[in-house]
């Protein structure tokens, strides 16, 4: 039986996906946002213009993760729009080492 590479590689457990997302707060809402940003694990708030742009990376285990907190991140509060900047996938295993 074939499997489907998406849900193979969703079934890895010791993978890291990263994604860069350029959020837009409402005005009045920059402060509170970056707050909601901070509590979320795996979420790290870069850099915060005056006009409320913010530079946030995600990182999570899975694909379906990096879905989920990219929805939720849309979703929260203060938020105008949230768009994908950046994405990478990676499998984290040990290389092999000559000597």
Do not use: C, W
């Not at 990263?18 to 909601?36: D, F, K, M, T, Y």
């Amino acid at each position: 039986m074939r499997k489907d590479p998406d849900v193979i590689r969703d079934m890895r457990t010791d993978s890291v996906n990263i994604s860069g997302i350029l959020v837009a707060a409402q005005p009045g809402q920059i402060e509170s946002l970056r707050a909601r940003l901070a509590t979320l694990a795996g979420v790290e708030v870069h850099a915060v213009s005056p006009e409320g742009r913010m530079v946030v990376t995600v990182e999570r285990a899975a694909d379906r993760d990096m879905t989920a907190a990219f929805d939720d991140i849309s979703r929260l509060p203060g938020v105008l729009s949230a768009a994908l900047v950046y994405h990478h996938d990676e499998a984290l295993v040990d290389e092999p080492r000559f000597e």
